[in-house]
């Protein structure tokens, strides 16, 4: 769907590379687009005419002899650090996804299975070695440029190429517990108050989403399942896996699943246990998001009417449950802001044909329309369907947080080299 050709492409290996080719843009003039693992749905990573900064070959993973924390370049996927820190039995929130690249996904926030004890993958960035605008290679930490590495956490691409990332690591236990029946969709409404119920006195160790999809014709399923809609309430247990199924079994038993994909499984096979639901370069996608207020079952019953609607059995429609580690980061001490929505409704609309695309985009802007009296007024800035919306980063970041990433960007990017992103505004 993102049909954008740059003039050139800078397949880079190390910062210096980042360096040179944001030297070279400078002086001729070129539109800048940075790609790190190219998985963001709304073609940040590619312009028009401009230059390309590429970083995918730069995906190495260090680990610190302490196991504390981990360094990963600014290509890496969360796929390249788990196979590095899981063999040492440690882990950092990365999102579910393992193709997604690190650098996307923690400088809009990273929402992930760990989020319950370890909050997102922002709130475990220690510091990052950024190229800015004029050239510079720059550290940002608690000690250097602390106001870069606020910005940083949560607020998108907008003040260089980061090309180093340095996360806090956290023990992750051998096995973890992945409880994730799947109840048919027409129980949908009896079933979400049950899980909102749960998840509302669950332990910060239990991270989940409650999730609509369509069973696909595969093999790999039940054909007797084959086109059923489902609502499975992925769940994961952030701790020893015996203890994890005991914990989250009610979820399990709250009617007769028609599939129940539950199962114990080392941390990093679970990371890569969706990848095959969202191979890069077969689909055509449009994702957005909103924050919603509460869960009450006017709001239940409103989401699944329109659900109801979905004009494709390829997508994916979630409800992701906020607490734990999340919540109890102030609002002042990330570019993410505010951390009080309960919440987050995610419509990632997926479909084949190029004739589709209107009716695929127009249900979720419908749907995230209407649902708008029981939201936040903020989203969630990794699902932005195209980034479109005159107001649409200013709504999500609040007016407080927008003006405060506006000084950030006025003293790293002021001339806004980098603005094939989420972009911050300064005038």
């Known amino acids: 769907m993102i049909d954008r050709r740059p003039a050139l492409i800078a397949r880079c290996r190390n910062a210096a590379d980042v360096r040179a080719s944001v030297n070279h843009a400078r002086a001729h003039g070129l539109a800048i687009a940075v790609r790190s693992g190219g998985h963001n749905v709304a073609g940040y990573a590619v312009c028009d005419g401009g230059l390309m900064i590429d970083m995918s070959l730069m995906n190495a993973v260090r680990v610190a002899p302490g196991l504390d924390r981990a360094s990963a370049e600014g290509g890496a996927t969360w796929g390249d650090v788990d196979a590095a820190t899981t063999p040492f039995g440690r882990a950092t929130p990365g999102g579910l996804i393992s193709t997604t690249g690190v650098a996307g996904l923690t400088l809009s926030g990273g929402i992930g299975w760990l989020r319950g004890t370890h909050g997102l993958s922002c709130d475990n960035l220690i510091a990052a070695d950024v190229v800015t605008a004029d050239g510079n290679l720059i550290r940002a930490s608690e000690t250097e440029n602390p106001d870069l590495l606020w910005a940083l956490k949560g607020g998108g691409g907008n003040f260089g190429v980061v090309v180093n990332f340095e996360f806090r690591l956290h023990p992750i236990a051998d096995e973890i517990m992945f409880c994730a029946p799947a109840y048919p969709e027409e129980q949908a409404r009896d079933i979400l108050p049950q899980w909102r119920d749960y998840m509302a006195t669950a332990p910060d160790e239990v991270s989940g989403l409650a999730e609509f999809s369509t069973i696909p014709s595969d093999p ?208």
């Open 220 to 427: 790999a399923y039940p054909e007797e399942t084959w086109g059923r809609r489902v609502l499975a309430l992925a769940t994961v247990y952030d701790g020893p896996a015996e203890e994890g199924e005991r914990i989250t079994q009610p979820l399990r038993d709250l009617d007769e699943p028609l599939l129940d994909f539950s199962d114990r499984l080392p941390y990093r096979v679970l990371q890569g246990s969706y990848d095959g639901l969202f191979p890069k370069g077969r689909d055509r996608c449009y994702w957005k998001s909103t924050y919603l207020s509460g869960l009450d079952d006017v709001v239940v019953g409103e989401i699944t009417g329109h659900l109801a609607k979905r004009p494709s059995e390829m997508t994916f429609a979630s409800i992701w449950k906020f607490g734990g580690a999340v919540q109890r980061v102030a609002a002042d001490v990330t570019a993410f802001g505010d951390r009080s929505m309960p919440f987050m409704l995610s419509l990632d609309a997926i479909w084949s044909e190029p004739t589709d695309d209107e009716a695929n985009i127009g249900w979720v802007r419908d749907s995230l329309r209407n649902m708008q009296p029981h939201s936040t007024g903020r989203l969630y800035l990794n699902f932005p369907g195209f980034g479109e919306g005159e107001n649409l980063v200013r709504d999500a970041f609040g007016a407080e947080t927008y003006a405060r990433l506006q000084e950030a960007k006025r003293i790293y990017d002021p001339t806004n080299a980098f603005k094939m992103n989420q972009n911050i505004l300064t005038l």
